[in-house]
């Protein structure tokens, strides 16, 4: 009897040794604190854990292109480009490229109270198809618009109203607040344009790098895990009140996600996303185009818009794409993200280009305080997992 139950025994732990690292939690490739995992192009997504900085570094490149009007593409050559009267124009956009490098910082100050900024340098390159008399007067088909500069500056606010536990919440709830900072800039201008006396003229609304104003932004973040899934939702507003220098204001801008994340390993984690975006036309034209006419034909505010850029109403609409993608974790306390977004439905006030497709690459860093509960001088505390 006392054979067969230690026999047993024996059993049993051979059977724990093979089996237990196998259905051991997983706890997020990120401080528990934050939920543990989280896709990093949601702004103010995760947070750090409490008296720790995180600093994230991004790299974006996105392709758009071709010109829709409602949900249906156009074809620049028969449809758009004519006369600048109104229907068709002297110069019509066929593609657009943009290139940003984010960077943000974040710091918890308590374990409910959390703040971050972030900054992006943005180039903007778009392909222009010129009408026939254009084509015949500059001697070729078109040219590359190009503007590049600094964003706004994007200050948020994250505080959790519920969690269900403190220190490794499997549900929580927060509020987002914050404030975008008018240091981009509104006034970029043609610098290369093959067209006569447009050189020093005001660039189209999505070629500045910045709204001109002081935007509030609100937000909701829900986030659960049940191991190995984590999953959530955010909704951002980014509300734009006023008129800025030149005159005008952007639409307010709505964005919801819902996200579901499956950990496989210890250090990687997949993603996948559906995002919808909600956004108003511009409410009018800057000065320099309303009053100076730049951008008009006969550089009159009376002529007629030379490209479908330069109408406030040809902004905004209702996107949803899908975005797939990987996180990994070199080392502790880093991680590492990959994913492209495509666009499953756009409903665009048009003439607009439509999104194509989005790449992003992503990397943090954690780095604790000595106030942080998970400081132990310059090694990360393997027995937290991190
Ligand atoms: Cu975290």
Redesign the pocket.
């Known amino acids: 009897m006392l054979k067969k139950n230690l026999l047993s025994l024996l059993i049993a732990n051979v059977f724990l040794l093979i089996f237990v690292p196998l259905s051991q939690a997983y706890i997020?490739l990120?401080?528990?604190?934050?939920?543990?995992n989280m896709p990093l192009n949601i702004p103010g997504g995760?947070?750090?854990?409490t008296h720790e900085f995180r600093f994230k570094v991004s790299q974006m490149f996105m392709v758009m292109g071709p010109l829709r009007d409602g949900t249906r593409d156009l074809d620049n050559a028969a449809e758009l480009l004519g006369p600048a009267n109104g229907t068709t124009f002297a110069v019509t956009p066929e593609e657009m490229r943009t290139y940003m490098t984010m960077a943000s910082v974040a710091y918890s100050f308590t374990d409910d109270f959390a703040m971050m900024a972030m900054m992006s340098y943005i180039r903007n390159e778009m392909d222009m198809q010129f009408n026939t008399p254009l084509q015949s007067s500059t001697g070729t088909r078109g040219f590359t618009m190009t503007s590049d500069g600094q964003s706004d500056l994007t200050v948020l606010g994250k505080y959790r109203l519920y969690k269900d536990d403190n220190l490794a919440p499997t549900k929580q709830a927060s509020v987002l607040f914050g404030l975008s900072l008018p240091t981009g800039e509104i006034e970029k201008e043609f610098t290369n344009n093959p067209v006569n006396g447009q050189n020093g003229t005001i660039l189209p609304f999505r070629m500045q790098t910045g709204s001109g104003t002081v935007d509030p932004i609100i937000g909701v973040t829900l986030q659960s895990s049940t191991d190995p899934w984590w999953y959530g939702a955010n909704a951002q507003l980014e509300a734009h009140v006023y008129n800025n220098d030149q005159g005008y204001r952007r639409g307010s801008e709505l964005r919801y996600d819902f996200y579901l994340m499956r950990q496989v390993h210890s250090r990687v984690v997949l993603l996948g996303e559906l995002q919808g975006w909600y956004e108003g036309t511009f409410n009018r034209e800057p000065y320099r185009g309303r009053i100076l006419g730049e951008g008009h034909a006969g550089g009159t505010p009376s002529g007629g818009f030379l490209s479908p850029l330069f109408d406030p109403k040809n902004y905004g609409g209702h996107k949803l794409a899908v975005t797939l993608g990987l996180q990994f974790q070199p080392i502790p306390l880093h991680v590492v993200e990959m994913a492209a977004t495509i666009p499953i439905y756009q409903d665009l006030n048009g003439p607009q280009l439509r999104d194509d497709y989005m790449l992003q690459f992503t990397y943090y860093v954690?780095l604790p305080t000595k106030k942080s509960r998970r400081y132990t001088g310059f090694k990360a505390p393997k027995e937290l997992g991190f």
Do not use: K, R, S
């Not at 990120?30 to 543990?36: F, M």
């Not at 995760?46 to 854990?49: H, K, N």
């Open positions: 997020g990120c401080c528990a604190h934050c939920g543990g995760g947070i750090p854990e954690e």
